[in-house]
């Protein structure tokens, strides 16, 4: 049993629907996560001190500067103070983390974490550039054209090849994540494929298809972070944070110390469980970065649920769904779910705060789970953040 210190705790948790968001703007998707969280916890922009901010690209998705200054007015969240994180795909965990550290620091007791990304201002391939620039931009994208779809197709063409993993253990990874994605009102895809379809779809960066990779969404999630005084006070819920790993690994894809699994994944799950005073088995449900589809079997591997190289034929033998040995990405995933870049990290916390409480959607929600884990990853593991959640 963990013994975790209960310092800091979640004491609210909203995200609206992801998707093709072209009826709102950045703002407003920010407005309906947040007043989500407000409706959730009780609390009004009032009673919040501080506002933690993530949004990775707004720059070059929305051509706006200062862009969680502009979400934190539109939200109601003036005139207190705040401040805007950026890991790539790992912000929102990023900013969890600052928020963190804020309360214990005694400079404020209630703070919005916010997280969003409206992507879809700009075509898919525009997207996808910029995401590609997330790499190093310098040699690799410039000399080239290195985009995320061919990065993890590297790492599964080698963790096929040094373990054995095949093009249908990965496409089941997908039809887990559809399988879930369809059962979640907030999902960006709502739809079930079958392995066939998986294997079927169209070749991205061989070896990964369209039902690998994760989508391209318009999103915002929200969740209200309390010190623990105050959290009693606010709710009889109150989901801990109790272990907090991060570990950084350099962005030059050609010096990579691996090439199928990210150190700083390990590390970050190392500090994780060792703070929280946990073990593995305790986990019972978790969010990882399933970016595309080897993703999730090498980051099963990289925080120690299967032995690396067999995370294959753990997804293989049904261990990833709701009644298997860790119900994994039980929302859709960023497969499903979808992928709103500076959102994600937030919305991993905002899942696993209602599976805890018992709060999720039929046929999704994992029975009595106590403890709870999100693996967040920015880049090809430049940022990597692992957060454990208790009752
Ligand atoms: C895979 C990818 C290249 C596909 O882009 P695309 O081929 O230009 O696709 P489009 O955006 O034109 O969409 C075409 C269709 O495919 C669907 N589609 C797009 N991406 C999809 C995905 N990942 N999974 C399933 N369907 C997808 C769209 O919904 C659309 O369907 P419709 O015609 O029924 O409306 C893009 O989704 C991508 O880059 N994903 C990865 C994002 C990423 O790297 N994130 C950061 C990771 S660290």
Redo the contacts with the bound molecule.
């Keep these: 049993m963990g013994k975790g210190e209960k310092k800091v705790a979640i004491v609210g948790a909203g995200q609206c629907k992801f998707g093709r968001r072209m009826d709102a703007s950045y703002r407003e998707l920010a407005y309906e996560a947040t007043h989500k969280a407000f409706e959730d916890s009780g609390l009004t922009p009032k009673d919040v001190q501080y506002s933690v901010i993530g949004v990775a690209g707004a720059e070059f998705f929305n051509g706006q500067l200062a862009p969680a200054a502009a979400a934190a007015d539109y939200c109601g969240l003036n005139p207190q103070g705040s401040m805007r994180v950026e890991a790539a795909?790992a912000t929102g965990s990023a900013a969890i983390r600052v928020a963190y550290g804020t309360i214990l620091s005694g400079l404020a007791d209630i703070i919005m974490v916010l997280g969003f990304e409206k992507m879809n201002e700009v075509p898919?391939?525009r997207?996808?550039e910029a995401?590609g620039r997330g790499g190093d931009a310098q040699w690799e994208f410039n000399w080239w054209g290195t985009t995320?779809?061919a990065f993890y197709a590297l790492m599964a063409t080698r963790h096929m090849h040094d373990f054995g993993t095949t093009e249908e253990q990965l496409a089941k990874v997908a039809v887990k994540s559809h399988k879930y994605g369809a059962l979640n009102p907030y999902a960006h895809?709502q739809k079930a494929i079958t392995l066939e379809e998986a294997m079927k779809s169209r070749v991205?960066a061989s070896p990964l298809k369209?039902?690998d990779?994760?989508?391209?969404t318009d999103g915002a999630a929200a969740v209200i972070m309390a010190s623990a005084s105050i959290a009693k006070k606010i709710c009889d819920t109150p989901v801990w944070i109790t272990g907090l790993g991060c570990a950084s690994e350099g962005e030059y894809f050609a010096a990579k110390p691996s090439y199928v699994g990210l150190n700083s994944a390990v590390e970050a799950g190392r500090q994780a469980f060792k703070m929280a005073k946990i073990e593995l088995k305790d986990v019972n449900v978790a969010d990882v970065h399933d970016?595309f589809t080897i993703a999730e079997i090498m980051a099963l591997e990289d925080l120690g649920f299967v032995k690396k190289g067999d995370g294959g034929k753990f997804v293989e033998e049904g261990q990833t769904y709701v009644g298997g040995k860790i119900p994994t990405n039980v929302d859709g995933g960023l497969k499903a779910k979808g992928?709103p870049?500076g959102a994600t990290g937030v919305s991993m916390a905002a899942e696993i705060t209602k599976q805890l409480r018992g709060e999720a959607d039929e046929g999704r929600q994992v029975s009595k789970a106590e403890y709870g884990l999100t693996h967040n990853v920015g880049?090809t593991g430049q940022y990597a953040y692992v957060h454990i959640y208790t009752r």
Aim: proline share 5%; with cysteine; net charge neutral.
């Design positions: 795909c898919t391939a997207a996808v995401l995320f779809p895809m991205i369209l039902y990779c994760s989508l391209i970016c992928h870049i880049a």
